[in-house]
């Protein structure tokens, strides 16, 4: 959204765009074990799914990638999109538009909370906490109907080789 605003001083005016803030979050799944959750170490409280916001001149796929590392000390493997989050009222900090992936962890014994994150764990989808921050638990949902064919996944746009090629 566009706005016009004037300086108090010398009442020139300038624009200013007020937009979401573009955020990633990624269910990591493992059967048997169930999804990746966080807990949240800063406010708002709550458990969450891991995920981040995307840095100027970040690819989302390279900051949903980052921000596992940073939260849960995981190597995730993107595997597809679920989806795009953005309802206004999401987060309660500002509005954000999240892109929803889901993974793999290439390493799941490396689980460690990192980051934002006061603890990580793997939960069942049929036991998770009540508290699931944002519009988590929604998330969650939409993906436990990939697992049982009610919803697909989207194709991804594939990263850059960690050797540069």
Known sequence: MKKEVSCPHCGKSWSVYSNPTPTTDVVIYEPGRGVVIIKRGNPPYGHALPGGFIDEGEQAEAAAVREMQEETGLDVELTGLLGVYSRPERDPRQHTLSVVFT??????QALQAGDDAAEVRFCPLDSLPDDMAFDHARILEDFRQTLTGGRALA???????????
């Open 103 to 108: 993974g793999r962890a290439r390493n799941p």
């Open 155 to 165: 194709a991804i746009d594939a990263l850059p080789c960690r050797e540069g090629c």
